[in-house]
């Protein structure tokens, strides 16, 4: 239903893998890694996650949204570790009877996956520096003193 | 009054809070009550910036309110602000 990969994904291999003769429609999401965010020029990307919260909250999302939806199949995957620029980092599938149910069901599994899991995001840019996202007021006086020094990480 | 017996907990840090603490976790003894105690007592330590409000935490596994009190020999995860996708 949910996992997390250390490996490039197949996307036509998990596609395949929803196949259902009740599904009158299939839609998908991907996630890719892109080159800027917020006005700075992003080299790659580096991907943590808890692995057993995510996996349990993921699948309380995926239920949640077959319930909602009336999905027929459903399936996540998310990237962990260092990804390039233009790689995949999350995919999201669905089917249902309807396209209606489809889209629905997709977005809202996509949207709940990026505000629940412990799953972080730090982007390096161009120029050197780094940072997690959404956490640009995580650091203590302290910790922007040692960042600005030089000493925080490469 | 006796002082309460301290607790044995094993914590669990990641993305910013691994990398303010310099470590991915430690075994420590504990006289907090409660969770919201333990985190007091670990960003005094790490003098890590983030305030409580933006963190989640989670004990053997299950997301856990901070007013919930620290177990001895449970395993807690302090979880920053997330950014899957």
Redesign the interface.
């Known amino acids: 239903m949910f996992s997390i990969a250390t490996e490039s994904l197949d996307v036509n291999l998990l596609r395949l893998s929803l196949d259902d003769s009740r599904a009158g429609a299939y839609v998908s999401f991907e996630?890719w890694v892109r080159d800027h965010n917020e006005g700075r020029a992003v080299t790659r990307l580096e991907?943590?996650?808890?692995q057993?919260?995510?996996v349990?909250?993921a699948e309380r999302i995926l239920l949640e949204a077959k319930d909602r939806f009336g999905l027929i199949a459903f399936r996540c995957i998310?990237r962990v570790g260092t990804l390039a620029i233009g790689e995949l980092?999350?995919w999201v599938g669905v089917t249902a009877a309807h396209r209606a149910e489809a889209f629905e069901g997709c977005r809202y599994i996509?949207d709940e996956?990026?505000?629940?899991?412990?799953?972080?995001?730090?982007e390096h840019y161009a120029d050197g520096s780094s940072q997690?996202?959404?956490?640009q007021?995580?650091?203590?006086?302290?910790?922007?003193l040692a960042a600005a020094s030089g000493s925080?990480?490469p | 009054m006796t002082e309460a017996p301290k607790k044995q907990v094993e914590i669990q840090y990641f993305a910013v809070l691994k990398e303010q603490s310099g470590i991915p976790g430690e075994t420590i003894q504990t006289s907090a009550q409660t969770l919201r105690q333990l985190y007091v007592q670990l960003k005094e330590k790490h003098k890590f910036g983030l305030p409580l409000e933006s963190l989640r935490v989670a004990v053997d596994d299950q997301f856990r309110s901070w007013d919930d009190l620290v177990e001895d020999r449970s395993k807690v995860v302090l979880i920053p602000p997330v950014a899957g996708g």
């Open positions: 996630g991907y943590e996650a808890h057993s919260l995510a349990s909250e998310h980092a999350v996509i996956i990026k505000a629940r899991l412990p799953i972080w995001k730090k997690w996202v959404n956490c007021s995580c650091s203590s006086p302290q910790h922007q925080g990480t």
